[in-house]
């Protein structure tokens, strides 16, 4: 079975500096791996997505995650971070079921990033 | 292009009465459609998910049901509403031979 942690539920990182947010998988076969920011009382955006391509992904708003199967993890990044990127956010893994082409997708808990001036 | 429509926006309702959420999808056909919630400070739990017209599968056991009566039209419902069922609710749909959804804005449920 597939499953997503997300290694810290909040960080904490002042204006203009880096951000990184950690995610590892665990799959039986190759993945389909998503990042998702949630704003606060808003659904879900797609910040990027990997789907086998390209191991380094960029995405919306200057993020970008790389892809490590060695380490089967996902992190997400920027270098600078605005005082908008403060949310909530998902790192989501595929699990595809041949059944109907149905795509069930599995979430970690999520981590909260909070930006201070 | 594909939009994803969810309302209401806020809800609350006593304990004990029924829930009707509704979700619609226009732009695309056959797609994959999904109910999640998502408790206080927690993630995204599946509740249900639907490939096609009529056919609804849960993924735990709860108070709650699902329909699909249109192939682009998806309804959570609940004939007598607990005070466990208050959170946030959305709905989401995929292609069938694709991977990412694509999220409605949620709907705010309180049961007083």
């Known amino acids: 079975a597939q499953s997503v942690t997300q290694l810290d539920s909040h960080v904490s990182v002042s204006e203009g500096t880096p951000v990184l947010l950690r995610c590892n998988y665990s799959?039986?076969?190759?993945?389909?791996l998503f990042w998702y920011v949630q704003h606060p009382n808003k659904g879900l955006q797609l910040l990027l997505k990997?789907?086998?391509?390209?191991?380094l992904v960029k995405g919306i708003n200057g993020f970008e995650a790389e892809f490590k199967k060695s380490e089967t993890s996902f992190h997400l990044t920027k270098p600078s971070a605005h005082m908008s990127d403060a949310a909530e956010y998902f790192c989501v893994v595929s699990e595809s079921r041949f059944s109907g082409g149905y795509n069930k997708l599995i979430f970690g808990a999520g981590t909260r990033l909070a930006v201070h001036p | 292009s594909q939009t994803i429509h969810q309302w209401p926006a806020t809800l609350v309702q006593p304990v004990g009465s029924p829930l009707s959420l509704e979700c619609t999808v226009e732009?695309?056909?056959?797609?994959?459609l999904y109910w999640y919630r998502q408790a206080a400070g927690r993630g995204l739990q599946l509740l249900f998910y639907?490939?096609?017209?009529?056919?609804i599968s849960s993924e735990v056991p709860q108070n709650l049901s699902a329909s699909r009566p249109q192939d682009r039209q998806f309804i959570l419902s609940s004939k007598k509403l607990l005070l466990s069922d208050s959170g946030f609710y959305l709905c989401?749909?995929?292609?069938?031979?694709?991977?990412?959804?694509?999220f409605g804005q949620g709907t705010r449920l309180t049961v007083v």
């Open positions: 989401a749909w995929n292609r069938a031979t694709g991977t990412e959804a694509f």
């Open positions: 732009g695309t056909s056959n797609p994959n």
């Open positions: 990997y789907t086998s391509a390209a191991t």
């Open positions: 799959s039986s076969y190759s993945p389909s």
């Open positions: 639907s490939v096609g017209i009529g056919q």
